[in-house]
């Protein structure tokens, strides 16, 4: 059993297009996240979610909103998807706390031309 | 704000070397201190962690100690093998802001045979 899957694994898209990436967990953890992943692997944070609700929004465009419809399920969508954008987005969830770490998807390249 | 640095690379050692990869950290309050390791085409996942100062963290012959006096956190590994190659990823999980996961860099490590 797939402990955080999103879907999808890659993704080709137009500039200008909107697109979804969906992420799920099955580990019944409180917190859920999305980094983005850059062409040199650095690894920034984008958004938290404790419980479906917004706890850090770090310096992102507002293009990209995450939704969260039950504290198992945290979706990305970008809108007006740009060149830039193209990278390869993690979710990851981990229980509330310092000490507990966080476990990943298995992220979703995604290609903007 | 809290930070993590770690070593640049790319590291290329021969099987069987010694293996350092250097980790300082910039934070307020009792982090929790990580290594993740990301293999080619996949998520990160917890290599170790240390919770507390004093702490060592240890998981298939990788070690690093919470050194709280040096803010350090490094990883060490007596012998390397070509199954090693990956990026890893040094990280800490505060509580400032709302939990929260910083990652370093990244550093790409090669393993020649």
């Known amino acids: 059993d797939t402990a955080v899957s999103q879907t999808p694994k890659y993704l080709v898209t137009q500039m200008g297009n909107d697109k979804s990436i969906k992420c799920e967990q099955n580990?019944?953890?409180?917190?859920m996240y999305w980094y983005k992943q850059d062409s040199k692997k650095f690894l920034k944070i984008m958004f938290s979610?404790?419980?479906?609700?917004?706890?850090i929004n770090e310096t992102v465009p507002n293009r990209f909103s995450p939704k969260s419809p039950d504290k198992a399920h945290l979706n990305l969508h970008i809108n007006s998807l740009e060149l830039g954008d193209s990278a390869v987005y993690f979710c990851?969830?981990?229980?509330?706390?310092?000490?507990?770490?966080?476990?990943f998807g298995q992220g979703t390249r995604l290609t903007v031309v | 704000g809290n930070s993590v640095t770690q070593m640049e690379g790319p590291v290329t050692l021969s099987e069987e070397a010694f293996l350092t990869i250097n980790c300082t950290y910039t934070?307020?309050?009792?982090?929790?201190l990580f290594w993740y390791v990301q293999y080619p085409g996949e998520g990160l996942q917890l290599l170790l962690k240390a919770t507390k100062a004093d702490d060592k963290g240890s998981n298939k012959g990788f070690e690093a100690t919470y050194r709280k006096e040096t803010t350090s956190f490094h990883l060490e590994k007596g012998s390397v093998q070509v199954s090693d190659s990956a990026v890893y990823f040094c990280a800490l999980t505060s509580n400032t802001g709302g939990f929260k996961t910083i990652f370093g860099a990244g550093t790409r490590l090669f393993v020649k045979a």
């Open positions: 990851a969830s981990s229980q509330e706390g310092t000490e507990t770490e966080a476990f």
């Open positions: 580990l019944g953890h409180d917190t």
């Open positions: 979610y404790n419980n479906k609700e917004l706890i």
């Open positions: 934070a307020t309050g009792y982090p929790s």
